[in-house]
């Protein structure tokens, strides 16, 4: 696990902290700096087009989300 990103801070925040990773407010900004392989989008149903468009705009490569 490289990272996380939560819309609330302090939930994101108990996230990294119990699983010993990176909190980061901004989805973008957190993959830009992990760079991950994998990504997995958890929010709600009606935002995962926009998010999963959003990740193909950004200049990481992504193997599977």
Do not use: M, W
């Not at 990740?55 to 490569?61: P, R, S």
């Amino acid at each position: 696990l490289s990272g996380c990103t939560d819309v609330n801070k302090k939930k994101g925040e108990i996230f990294s902290k119990q699983f010993k990773t990176s909190f980061y407010d901004n989805y973008r900004l957190g993959i830009k700096k992990t760079k991950p392989d994998i990504i997995s989008i958890c929010s709600p149903d009606k935002t995962h087009y926009k998010i999963a468009k959003d990740l193909f705009n950004l200049d990481v490569e992504i193997k599977v989300i």
